[in-house]
């Protein structure tokens, strides 16, 4: 379960950014592709976390060179495009593993 040490990470960024302020929430963004499981994630929030976890799931696009444009792929499914099935590996998204945000308690 390497959410547990990657949340470990989070907080620590979390509570170095937030000094001696109560954190109330972390959002983070992540791709339905990054290797990383929701419901692990919110398990290993229970045990290494501060305040709320807010999840922004991001679904994995492709670009297709045929059509022109990203596609959004189902986690499961080959690298191609869902529109007309040309193989595609141009990832666009659904690796994303960052921070969007931390909410602090304001100062007393
Ligand atoms: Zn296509």
Redesign the pocket.
């Known amino acids: 379960m390497h959410e547990l040490g990657l949340l470990t990470g989070v907080i620590g960024a979390a509570k170095k950014a937030a000094g001696d302020r109560p954190i109330l929430r972390v959002a983070l963004r992540v791709g339905t592709r990054s290797g990383v499981v929701e419901d692990a994630l919110y398990a290993a929030w229970q045990v290494v976390g501060e305040g709320e976890l807010v999840l922004e799931l991001i679904p994995a696009t492709v670009f297709?060179?045929?059509?022109a444009?990203e596609?959004e792929i189902d986690e499961f499914f080959a690298l191609t495009?869902?529109?007309?099935?040309?193989p595609?590996a141009d990832l666009r998204h659904g690796r994303e593993f960052e921070i969007t945000y931390v909410d602090l308690a304001t100062d007393p």
């Open positions: 297709c060179p045929s059509c444009c596609q495009c869902p529109a007309c099935g040309t595609t």
